[in-house]
């Protein structure tokens, strides 16, 4: 009860008990308005009414300056007997250098703002009666405060940093609060929610890293809008089970870059922060110069905004009819332009699709072969695909079924399976790919050893060699802030899982390091691109079922890929005999089957 009563003062007290947590109650709740209502006494200036919009734009800079409240009032009825005729108020604000003042000593009618040189040059020009100083008093309550502004009143002066900062995913607001700022976590939350309704539902705090093999981390609960919602889970069987649960649902929807994501926050790995990458690097594989971007893009786009136009349905019959007039067109033209070439992903940890959906959702010469570990991701990956019209709705490839490889149609094909398997297996199967990402920052690296081996797709005997067969590796990993220093130990880690050098003395070679972001200050999050060296095709290949340094591989698919790759291997000898004289027997660099996208 005594916490209770501290609680109804502000600046909250300091808890005498550590582990003490301030509740949100509804007598804190009803306070607010009472304990944020704050009246202050701006300078202001009386003008006539016909130069108010005028005086705003020549006035603007000291014109005062807060959310949700307007700067132009009418007279007060003792000031309208003082001035007859039409006269509006200006309010002006506190001082020059913004609203921060003492107000113990502070006299708005001796306010600094009346020596700026275009205000004193009004007023020493003009007629008494026509423009005069004069003050207004504005009313601030709770709702006009923001977020920081209540937590700097709110919190102990003790606390040095206010929380104010936080990461949206949808309509989950993410918290990453300090040990000293976790007594008051709950009216934290519930600041957040206030001031950033409606588009802010739930706000939810990270209480410990990130130590699974799916990426994600535990959280807690800090405010929300509803108290009883409907939750998804999943089991072993991947069989969603709807179950009555106190919990908000943490399954949200975002856009990006012109892509549509659904997602479980909880469960699965999503990092807002990371978009300018997603975009980077999905334009940096395709190529991106506008010609081999899906027609329909633009339109897909256009048809969003227009569907909050009130002449949508016209505008929907003009597309559809632009449709029907540009078919012949189309036809004529595909025969002239050249067709871009075609590009295949390898994605071994392709969580919920931030590089392959917009990949194979806004460009019509990719494919994409995409894989996560966990099965709720592979859950979304899939719905994903289908939100974004990703054209794969019948080529889902999993632990239980391998799907069918043969549909050139589907630009997306999705695997539920282990990293290494996963390489492993397109490698058995002689599938062709150019590019490979590997985002698994914290152990992406380690994944690497699998390319041990590797050889390129064979060319059937009807196809040329084909230059550039060893794909391009974009591998995302944890380094030094010290960019040099960075460097070195991001190609010193690749190096040693590839068991085989990078060469860096030109850009010939094909080696880039990017800084992606500024993960603390010790740390940055960088990309490291590079093409395959030949070299690894010289080297043993690990053995999966022995493999348990680090691998999050699952012992069915381990097996599998080991049983398939017996069974491959007559059938890759017998392509081997067919290949055309031109291929060198004595090399290291096997020849490998044109670009193609089926299998």
Known sequence: MSEEKEALTIPLPVPKDASYIYPLSSTL?????????????????????????????????????????KDVYGLSTEEQEK????????????????????????????SDVYTDPILSKLLSTTTSSSMMKSTHTITLTYEHYTVEETLSKLLPPT??????????????????????????????GQVILDKNKPRISIVVNKIGNIEN?????????????????????????????????????LEVQLKEEGSTFKLDFEHVYWNSRLQFEHKRLVRLIANDDGSSR???????????????????????????????????????????????????????????????????????NVTVHANDLNPTSFHYLKLNS?????????????????????DEQQCLKMYNMDGRAFVRYLEEKQIVYHHVIMNLPANAIEFLDVFRGWKPPLPLPSE????????????????SKEEEVGKSEALARIETALQCKLDTSTEDNEVYVHIVRDVSPKKNMLCVSFRLPKEVSLLKKINLDDDDDGSNSKEDDRKEASKESKENENNVQKKREHVNQEVDDTTTEPAVKKCRTDE
């Open 29 to 69: 709740q009803a306070s607010l308005p009472t304990l944020f209502r704050t009246e202050i006494i701006h300078p202001a200036l009386i003008i006539p009414a016909k130069q108010t919009a005028e005086l705003r734009r020549v006035l603007s800079h000291v014109l005062m300056r807060r959310p949700k409240i």
């Open 83 to 110: 001035h007859k005729g039409q006269y509006r108020k200006l309010v002006l604000k506190l001082c020059l250098k913004g609203n921060t003042i003492d107000s113990s000593t502070y006299q708005a009618e001796e």
């Open 159 to 188: 606390i040095n940093e206010i929380p104010s900062a936080f990461e949206i995913i949808g309509h989950v607001a993410h918290l990453n609060l300090r040990p000293d700022v976790l007594p008051y976590k709950y009216i934290i």
């Open 213 to 249: 093999e799916f990426r994600t981390f535990p959280m807690e609960i800090i405010a929300s809008t509803s108290t009883t919602t409907t939750t998804t889970t999943q089991n072993k069987n991947n069989n969603n089970n709807k179950e009555k649960s106190n919990r908000p649902r």
């Open 294 to 364: 899906r027609q329909d893009t633009k339109e897909m786009e256009m048809m969003r905004r227009t569907k909050r136009h009130p002449q949508y349905k016209h505008a929907q019959q003009c597309l559809e009819h632009k449709k029907k007039t540009d078919t012949t067109t189309t036809t004529i033209t595909t025969t002239t332009t050249t067709t871009p070439k075609q590009i295949v992903v390898a994605d071994v940890m392709a969580g919920v699709g931030p590089f392959a959906i917009p990949l194979t959702s806004q460009y019509n």
């Open 386 to 406: 289908q939100i974004n019209h990703c054209n794969n709705n019948n080529n889902i490839l999993d632990n239980n079924n391998k799907g069918d490889d043969d």
């Open 464 to 479: 040329k060699k084909e230059e550039g067969m060893y794909p391009m590796i974009h591998v995302h990993c944890f380094a």
